[in-house]
């Protein structure tokens, strides 16, 4: 019944910075891990980041440790996906998603989440 949807994507040049959102709805019940995936054309859907909602820890996979940062307002039920220094390659779909359980690790798969945001387009130019 959680309803995920993603704000925030668009086109910027190499260098640049775009802050994604995910606002959660009709959650009824206890969410224990929210992620960013991104899926580029041809290629397999990736991790990009994990955070625990108990306990606001992040895990981020090597490309991005050190230009992404997640936060959350648990007031507003919204996670977001602070983007700097982007790169040609970060190029994707991203998508917003959300486990009741875990794992919720940067190794997580896409098949351990439960929710789905529709995907918001990041498009990186050089």
């Known amino acids: 019944q959680v309803q995920l949807m993603e704000f925030g994507g668009g086109s910027v040049q190499a260098g640049g910075s775009l802050r994604l959102s995910c606002a959660a709805s009709?959650?009824?019940?206890?969410?224990?891990?929210m992620g960013w995936f991104r899926q580029a054309p041809g290629k397999e859907r990736e991790v990009v980041a994990t955070i625990t909602i108990p306990y606001g820890r992040g895990d981020y996979t090597d490309s991005v440790k050190d230009r992404f940062t997640l936060s959350q307002d648990n007031a507003k039920n919204t996670l977001y996906l602070q983007m700097n220094n982007l790169k040609p390659e970060d190029t994707a779909m991203y998508y917003c998603?959300?486990?009741?359980?875990?794992?919720?690790?940067?190794?997580?798969?896409?098949?351990?989440?439960?929710?789905w945001g529709q995907g918001t387009q990041v498009t990186v130019s050089s």
């Open positions: 009709r959650v009824t019940y206890s969410i224990y891990c």
């Open positions: 998603a959300a486990a009741l359980r875990g794992p919720c690790r940067r190794w997580s798969n896409y098949r351990d989440f439960d929710f």
